[in-house]
């Protein structure tokens, strides 16, 4: 046992971090008093660490791999069995440029236009509608846009199920019960479509551009030279278009923080990027999604008068790093100016992992996200009007990932400079 390091006590941590959620890590950490602890989860002893020098270990490859971290019930619904998140190594980085080929700007621009395109069609439908729910519409705009531009034939009358499947295999990863086995089942059902799309497309049936993630996956070489086995490319193709539709989450939270935070809309009224863009990342600092990460010890070291063993199953915590006041002068208050004249490293800001990409495991999409929130913002603020009626606004921090209850319910809504009442009374 390392005598120096705070341990938790309890005999099994799950109902804890069923009960505590997003803050588990964080609970403990500050009343530790430190950047790490100890405790047993399904019968085995961790450690949990926050903090940026504890992402700077964490993402040490020489110290840390992913074979072996992630349990097979994350596998069967968010990841995909032995993706791209389980690898280590040099098939890892191979796999990986393989990816970051696809989110480069000119994919994070087009994304972003299609995405502003997308929300602006929707606007005649939602003049006449009583009400929409935001969260609802994003998934299938999201759902829309990254099969249009991987290349994946979609069907007007198939997008609400698609996009409902998608986001079902992002719920089911902090759950147990229901929404784990709706998880699987949409996993099921996507990797049976997407693979059959991979089929057409090699033996010619299904055209698509070179260059397009379609293509890509289709056609991607391993090391040895052997293209994927179709099922391995269905879920590594998946591993781009669901995470695209998961970002409905963010889109809903900013919609959340103008409406807390309506002092902003002036500023953000000129359409400026970099005005966007600090909004957008306060959005994914403030607001909970991911909350932490799970990595092997891959060979003993000591740091911080700690002991890893290898083989240990260690968290980092991604909530806790992106409120640690160590980094961020008032953590809990909303306020993208901190944005303004940031210089982050790679190991602070951490919503969708740390490190360098094209190294480690951390998101290549990022570029991908912040774009199509930006697009969207500027849809929210500078494109329509609506008013936001009463409604349950509240997000559990317990609930694994989490949403504002309501979804955001918006009505009344309005083209921006266009008045439709003349229009009608012609
Ligand atoms: C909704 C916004 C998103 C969030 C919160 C998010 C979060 C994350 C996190 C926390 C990781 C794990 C990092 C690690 O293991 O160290 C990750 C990995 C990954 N993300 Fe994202 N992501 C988002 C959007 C995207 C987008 C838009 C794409 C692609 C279009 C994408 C593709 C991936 C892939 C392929 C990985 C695995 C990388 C690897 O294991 O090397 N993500 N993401």
Redesign the pocket.
Known sequence: MNEQVPQDQSLDISLDLMREGYLFIKNRVDRFQSDLFEARFLGQKIICMSGEEAAKVF?DPERFQ?NGAAPKRIQETLFGVN?????DGEA?IH??LL?LS??TPPHQKRLAELAMKQWQASISKWEVADQIILFEEAKEILCQI?CHWAGVPLQESEVKERAKDFYAMVDAFGAVGPRHWKGRIARNITEEWIKTVIEDVRAGKQKTEEGSALYEMAFHRQLDGRLLDPQMAAV?LI???R??V??A??ITFTALALHEHPEYKERLRSGNSHDLEMFVQEV?RYYP??PF?G?RVRKDFTWNQCEFKKGMLVFLD?YGTNHDPRLWEKPNEFRPERFQEWKGSLFDF??????D?AK???????G??VE?MKASLDFLVNKIEFEVPDQDLNYSLAKMPTLPESGFVMCNIRRKGFDTRIIRNE
């Open positions: 993402y992913r993706a791209v998140q389980t690898m890892h796999r990986k990816f696809l989110m990254a590594e591993n781009v278009l995470p695209i998961a970002i989450t963010f994914r999604f991911a990460l990595a991604i951490i919503p969708q992992g740390g490190g990409p480690g495991h951390r998101c290549p999409g990022e991908i996200t199509i």
